[in-house]
């Protein structure tokens, strides 16, 4: 019961804020409702993870449902979106105290966030292809609104460059899940059931096969290109760096992941039809091939934040990497890499977005003496590019030794490509951004205000505690979801973390 | 362009999907219409131009 209230609150708190941040008579309130956003999707988010963790799916109806792989998301979702409207009450505020942004569009930011946050939640909880794919065009609706939303002619640009591309990769998933569709209802009749993940993957094996394969191309590639994977990943850096920070950070985090989970879910029910051998090389040689193109465009970046959106693009490689090498090792380094790189990039664009409001510009050479500077924010920077260079002591070491550990026993060759990609990137990251922090501050810039502070440094902090204890410790409610996420693509196991 | 088409395509390949799928799908490609003209606008606004080989601002 409990759980089934914490779910219909996921799903319906998001659109109900935004739309309330239209009307709300003023901007304080606008602002309290968001923290109050924040408190009531927290709390919901608790209860649905505690509750499918301990293995119940939770369903409301016949298209609300959240099982192991549904609730990773929304953990993820809540998380990193929670932080995001915490940073970006901090962020944009201090852009409206500055007069570079007025009230009016203040709201608009907000109501077009929690709008893109209803959307991802709702993607990741309904169990029905069509719809999801409809709650994820419309997250890519909202983001399209969000990514321009300075007006700037660079903005205005790279939206414009999102818009393109995610219409025509959009597209193509629909045609992808129209092509499931079509060989479901052989099988299952022409009802909503032939649409519902759950029922797919039970009649998998009977579904005709090249529909199945073609279906999965025209997905990897459609979906693929709303998650950067290379080589549809042009719109990224673009759409990425120009946004406003708090929204580089949630493209970065949350729907490159949601666009990941829905080439997942069809990817399971393609391996279970037609056997892993498919779909593997496609995952592996795509994921491969964005790790390369990020780690070498990275030479050259001259913008910090497209820096680190090529970053993520680099991230979201291993993560493909990982799934599809496959297996217990390969399924868990890939997950974990997702929701590690979630908590780490968005930590990363928060630093950037601090650095942005102090010294106005994003040309990284003219930053330096960070960590004297603003330690708060060159400590954290430090700490997420550590992270995203994936060193120790943080999580995405240890998923992307798993991965390589997986890939080595699979094929050796991918494990040694891969280790070497890593390593030209780890490299790269490094070599751009210690100069950030290091050495003595040259420009002094313009300080941000104390409000603004104390919602930032909350965000980090929150980021911060959560990605370093998962570089040590598996939470048992953690451990348990995996346990089931992995069992849904195959051989089932029991996670442990030492 | 491309976009009509493979819309197209896949309404056409659907066999009458559920309504409110169809319903869903109408709306959100409403909305995107929307979106394409309001960028359209603003461009218009920055660029004086509707020209889009003209978006060459951004590199790398």
Known sequence: MIADASLAV?????????????????????EWLQGALVAVLVAAMGLTVWRVASGHEIVIGHLLRVDALGAFMILMLVIVGGTGLIYALGYMGEELSRGDLSPSRYRMFFCLLNL???????????DNIALMWIAVEGSTLAAALLVGFERTKAALEAGWNYIILSFIGIALALFGTVLVYYAAERVLGVSMDALSWRA????????DPTTLKLAFVFVVIGYGTKAG????????????????????????ALMLNIALYAVLRLKNIVDQGVGAAFTTPIVIGLGLLSIAIAAVFMLVQRDYKRLFAYSSIEHVGIALVGFGVGGPAGMFGGFFHMLNHALAKSTAFYTAGLVLLRHGHKVTERVTGLLRQEPTTGGAM??????????????????????????????PWIAAVFLGLLALAFTTLLAQVLPMILGEPRE??????????????????????????????????????????????????AVEIP | MVENGLFLG???????????????????????????????HRLQDAFDSVDVSKLTGLRE
């Not at chain 1, 996921?10 to 606008?30: D, F, H, K």
């Not at chain 1, 430090?382 to 094929?411: H, K, Q």
């Not at chain 1, 902090?461 to 979801?481: E, K, M, Q, T």
């Not at chain 2, 309404?11 to 909305?31: H, K, Q, R, S």
Request: hydrophobic letters at 55%; charged letters at 10%.
């Open chain 1, 10 to 30: 996921l799903t319906l708190a998001p659109l109900l804020a935004g739309l309330l941040s239209l009307v709300m008579p003023n901007i304080r309130t606008m």
């Open chain 1, 116 to 126: 893109y946050l209803w959307a991802m939640i709702s993607a990741a909880s309904i």
């Open chain 1, 200 to 207: 797919l993957r039970l009649v998998a094996p009977t579904l």
């Open chain 1, 229 to 252: 994977v290379a080589p549809m990943h042009t719109w990224l850096p673009d759409a990425h760096a120009q946004a406003p920070t708090p929204i580089s950070a949630m493209l970065s």
């Open chain 1, 382 to 411: 430090l700490a997420a590019t550590i992270a995203l260079a994936g060193m120790p002591p943080f999580g995405l070491f240890i998923s992307e030794v798993l991965i390589v550990t997986a890939a080595y026993d699979r094929c």
């Open chain 1, 444 to 493: 002094d810039g313009r300080r941000v205000g104390g409000l603004t502070r104390h919602f930032t440094t909350s965000a980090l902090i929150v980021n911060l505690v959560a990605l370093s204890s998962l570089g040590f410790y598996l939470p048992g409610f953690l451990g348990d979801l995996f346990t089931r996420m992995i069992a849904l693509f195959g051989n089932p196991v």
């Open chain 2, 10 to 40: 896949a309404t056409a390949a659907a066999y009458g999907m559920p309504l409110i799928v169809e319903l869903g799908v109408f709306f959100d490609v409403l909305v995107a219409g929307l979106i394409i003209g309001i960028y359209t």
